[in-house]
């Protein structure tokens, strides 16, 4: 079938892609404006509760005012999850000697970005249903930052970029778990080491029948949970940065 070169290319929504709409006359909402007050709405009502409607009501603004910056609120989302990565912190490959210090630089960052996805435990649902677009300011200035570590530890940049993802999603998995968790201990008025006590009696019998499960739950079961979570969150970490180690030393070697 012939394609017609008239007909306009498909391209994913986003608010990174569709091209901003000229403004008449000087709006009386910023960007910003808009984008911190939905922040506030979403860490304290979650992103169910988030509504244009309810947005424009806090901004005392009307619709055409914050259509003016945002589509609809799937835009909305895209640019305060770009607002929530800016917080997290970006190593600076200048700072440092690489070639020593990638393992300490990518350890920061990871933990950073742990830290901020339990400030913002909404983010887990903004994820993965939104089908957030990362082509913000913030997620941007994120990669290259962490593209920059490990390439001046000694990987291609091709390298680097596969480095980038397997760090990005443990840190991302495990975070998101986390902070569902977290969120549901919240609304249920519990500590996390009552969470988890609450639990241990189901959890106990659906172990029986697993010799191995039933031994580990067991063993966590008198641990505290919230060291639990960090320690795990380090040792995995760990193992991901000792699988990228063996392959930097491979590509070193290669190079010498």
Not at 178 to 197: I, K, M, P
Request: proline share 4%; net charge negative.
């Amino acid at each position: 079938m012939p394609v017609d070169d008239d007909q306009p290319k498909q391209t994913i929504p986003s608010v990174w892609t569709r091209p901003q709409r000229r403004k008449r006359e000087q709006p009386t909402l910023s960007r910003d404006q808009i984008v911190s007050v939905a922040l506030e709405l979403l860490d304290a009502d979650g992103i169910d509760a988030l509504s244009m409607r309810k947005l424009g009501t806090r901004l005392n603004a009307g619709a055409t005012s914050l259509y003016t910056h945002v589509a609809n609120k799937d835009e909305l989302i895209e640019l305060v999850v770009d607002e929530i990565y800016g917080e997290i912190e970006v190593p600076g490959a200048d700072t440092a000697d690489m070639r020593t210090e990638w393992r300490s630089a990518v350890t920061s960052c990871a933990q950073s970005l742990r830290s901020v996805f339990h400030r913002h435990p909404w983010i887990v649902s903004a994820l993965g249903e939104a089908g957030v677009v990362s082509l913000g300011p913030n997620a941007m200035r994120l990669s290259e930052g962490m593209l920059a570590v490990f390439e001046e530890a000694g990987f291609s940049l091709e390298q680097a970029d596969l480095a980038v993802n397997a760090v990005v999603s443990y840190a991302i998995g495990v975070s998101t778990t986390e902070a569902a968790w977290l969120s549901r201990l919240a609304r249920s008025g519990l500590s996390e080491q009552e969470g988890v006590d609450s639990l241990w009696p189901a959890a106990e019998q659906a172990a029986q029948a697993y010799p191995r499960l039933r031994r580990l739950y067991a063993t966590q079961h008198v641990q505290d949970s919230g060291g639990t979570r960090n320690d795990n969150f380090g040792d995995g970490l760990d193992c991901v940065l000792d699988g990228l180690e063996i392959r930097l030393r491979r590509t070193r070697g290669a190079a010498d």
